[in-house]
């Protein structure tokens, strides 16, 4: 029975929402993994339509950017905010520059970020937002041009108390920086709680650029002593070179493990005596360049080109893989071939890396998976503290906010672990995050009434 309600939710969504492949893979994957929970209140949950409700955002917006570049020439791009669920808090979820952005991949995203806030235990609701806009090749007053039409328009409809923005793909510290000057130009305001990912010398938080990945190793480490197995010594491989896949280097190196091996959309490098991450800042973070550059520092590395559909990095025997680059990078095939080379771990630090099918092909073969918005959840958490303390008009130390997110990721790690037990699937991660997280906005949204 409880089965057939979600089958027709599923059918229901796919009606309602064509053509947003992302957006619908994102809904099977939890809407599958919860059955357990919905079977104890089906009851209610049917009567007031919660499932229905819980996959239709609250609210879309969808507007025109235009800016001039530096040939005075008058570009157009389409900018997005979804405000997919505020049961928990004001919506919060990062903005995403890329041209692949669209209508899909926005929803796919802000519907992600409802659970992972909920599973932070902070007071935060799911949004995300962006746009086409590439920034890759831009001056950086080309960037400023966008990022100031871009603020005209959002600027309606954010704000300390409403909806929280921060950065994702293509949005790091310059556009940050960008956004809320002119946010404080166009409102005469000094709300510095509108925008996390903030500079420190303007109401930003210390650790909240390295905290993704710092919180993905907290719990890469907290899911393999749960299973008796040490971080130390271990081979990694991380997609990526962007703020994510750095930040989980540089914690994976701390913790002791050898990282061999990163990326970007181009190819990937291998150094097989472990990457010099000095040289990767360097490139990713100071001259945003491409990861080939490596080699012109560490000449003994090697590279390997991308070719279409195909992620090279995939080939590289390692214990501990995290993908930190984008959705949808590992599919089946790449997940056999993950498996059979002996990988343990996986750690999503990306957004759905994994597809469904390679998600499920890991968990049959007993890969321990550590789901994107359980494991990278402590960004959006770091941010949270960040809206903390610029409430607060106060600032914590890097130890101070580090052994905050620490525990936090500890407390996300056992919540999956306990829902994973309680609903008989020990060690599926990924059913736990998502029935950890529902049993919360879904209560929430009950207490609520109908709205
Ligand atoms: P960045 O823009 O800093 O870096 C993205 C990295 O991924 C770059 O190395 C980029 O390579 C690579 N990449 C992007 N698209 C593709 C693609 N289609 N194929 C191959 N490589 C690609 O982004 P972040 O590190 O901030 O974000 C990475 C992932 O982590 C995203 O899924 C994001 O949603 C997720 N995330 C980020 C959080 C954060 O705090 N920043 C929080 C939680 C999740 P190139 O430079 O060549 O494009």
């Given at each position: 029975?409880?089965?057939?309600?979600?089958?027709?939710?599923?059918?229901?969504?796919?009606i309602?929402?064509?053509?947003?492949?992302?957006?619908?893979?994102?809904?099977?994957?939890?809407?599958?993994?919860?059955?357990?929970?919905?079977?104890?209140?089906?009851?209610?949950?049917?009567?007031?339509?919660?499932?229905?409700r819980?996959?239709?955002?609250?609210?879309?917006?969808?507007?025109?950017?235009?800016?001039?570049?530096?040939?005075?020439?008058?570009?157009?791009?389409?900018?997005?905010?979804?405000?997919?669920?505020?049961?928990?808090?004001?919506?919060?979820?990062?903005?995403?520059?890329?041209?692949t952005?669209?209508?899909?991949?926005?929803?796919?995203?802000?519907?992600?970020?409802?659970?992972?806030?909920?599973?932070?235990?902070?007071?935060?609701?799911?949004?995300?937002?962006?746009?086409?806009?590439?920034?890759?090749?831009?001056?950086?007053?080309e960037?400023?041009?966008?990022?100031?039409?871009?603020?005209?328009?959002?600027?309606?409809?954010?704000?300390?108390?409403?909806?929280?923005?921060?950065?994702?793909?293509?949005?790091?510290?310059?556009?940050?920086?960008?956004?809320?000057?002119?946010?404080?130009?166009?409102?005469?305001?000094y709300?510095?709680?509108?925008?996390?990912?903030?500079g420190?010398?303007?109401?930003?938080s210390?650790?909240?650029?390295?905290?993704?990945?710092?919180?993905?190793?907290?719990?890469?480490?907290?899911?393999?002593?749960?299973?008796?197995?040490?971080?130390?010594?271990?081979?990694?491989?991380?997609?990526?070179?962007?703020?994510?896949?750095?930040?989980?280097?540089?914690?994976?190196?701390?913790?002791?493990?050898?990282?061999?091996?990163?990326?970007?959309?181009?190819?990937?490098?291998?150094?097989?005596?472990?990457?010099?991450?000095?040289?990767?800042?360097?490139i990713?973070?100071?001259?945003?360049?491409?990861?080939?550059?490596?080699?012109?520092?560490c000449?003994?590395?090697?590279?390997?080109?991308?070719?279409?559909?195909?992620?090279?990095?995939?080939?590289?025997?390692?214990?501990?893989?995290?993908?930190?680059?984008?959705?949808?990078?590992?599919?089946?095939?790449c997940?056999?071939?993950?498996?059979?080379?002996?990988?343990?771990?996986?750690?999503?630090?990306?957004?759905?890396?994994?597809?469904?099918?390679?998600?499920?092909y890991?968990?049959?073969?007993?890969?321990?998976?550590?789901?994107?918005?359980?494991?990278?959840?402590?960004?959006?958490?770091?941010?949270?503290?960040?809206?903390?303390?610029n409430?607060?008009?106060?600032?914590?130390?890097?130890?101070?906010?580090?052994?905050?997110?620490?525990?936090?990721?500890?407390?996300?790690?056992?919540?999956?672990?306990?829902?994973?037990?309680?609903?008989?699937c020990?060690?599926?991660?990924?059913?736990?995050?998502?029935?950890?997280?529902?049993?919360?906005?879904?209560?929430?949204?009950?207490?609520?009434?109908?709205?």
């Amino acid at each position: 029975m409880t089965l057939e309600y979600i089958e027709e939710v599923l059918k229901s969504t796919k009606i309602n929402h064509p053509d947003e492949p992302e957006f619908l893979q994102a809904v099977k994957e939890v809407i599958t993994t919860i059955e357990p929970a919905v079977k104890e209140n089906e009851e209610k949950y049917k009567k007031t339509a919660l499932l229905e409700r819980l996959v239709e955002p609250e609210r879309i917006i969808s507007f025109r950017v235009p800016w001039v570049d530096d040939k005075g020439q008058v570009q157009v791009n389409r900018g997005y905010r979804v405000q997919f669920n505020g049961t928990i808090g004001p919506y919060k979820g990062g903005l995403r520059f890329h041209p692949t952005v669209n209508q899909s991949i926005m929803k796919f995203l802000a519907f992600e970020q409802v659970f992972k806030n909920a599973l932070t235990g902070l007071p935060i609701g799911g949004g995300k937002g962006g746009s086409d806009f590439n920034p890759k090749d831009k001056s950086d007053n080309e960037i400023m041009s966008f990022c100031q039409s871009f603020m005209n328009e959002l600027q309606k409809h954010i704000g300390q108390d409403i909806d929280v923005p921060a950065g994702d793909i293509g949005v790091g510290a310059r556009e940050i920086g960008f956004l809320f000057g002119q946010f404080r130009r166009i409102r005469n305001s000094y709300e510095a709680g509108v925008l996390t990912g903030k500079g420190l010398e303007y109401g930003g938080s210390l650790v909240r650029k390295e905290a993704t990945g710092y919180g993905l190793m907290y719990f890469m480490r907290e899911m393999l002593k749960a299973n008796n197995i040490s971080i130390q010594g271990k081979t990694v491989i991380i997609s990526g070179s962007g703020n994510v896949a750095i930040y989980a280097a540089e914690k994976a190196s701390q913790m002791g493990a050898k990282v061999i091996a990163m990326s970007d959309s181009n190819g990937c490098i291998y150094d097989e005596n472990g990457i010099n991450l000095d040289v990767i800042k360097r490139i990713k973070e100071v001259e945003r360049g491409r990861i080939k550059d490596y080699l012109l520092t560490c000449p003994d590395a090697k590279y390997y080109e991308n070719n279409a559909g195909y992620q090279a990095i995939y080939n590289i025997k390692a214990d501990i893989i995290l993908p930190c680059a984008t959705q949808n990078d590992i599919n089946l095939e790449c997940a056999k071939r993950i498996v059979e080379q002996g990988t343990i771990a996986i750690g999503e630090g990306a957004n759905m890396p994994c597809n469904i099918e390679a998600v499920n092909y890991f968990l049959e073969k007993g890969i321990l998976l550590a789901p994107g918005k359980a494991a990278n959840a402590g960004g959006v958490a770091t941010s949270a503290l960040e809206m903390s303390q610029n409430s607060m008009r106060y600032f914590w130390s890097f130890e101070e906010v580090d052994s905050k997110l620490e525990n936090i990721m500890i407390n996300i790690f056992n919540m999956c672990n306990e829902a994973a037990q309680k609903y008989n699937c020990p060690k599926n991660y990924v059913a736990g995050a998502n029935l950890a997280a529902f049993r919360k906005v879904a209560d929430g949204m009950l207490a609520q009434g109908i709205i």
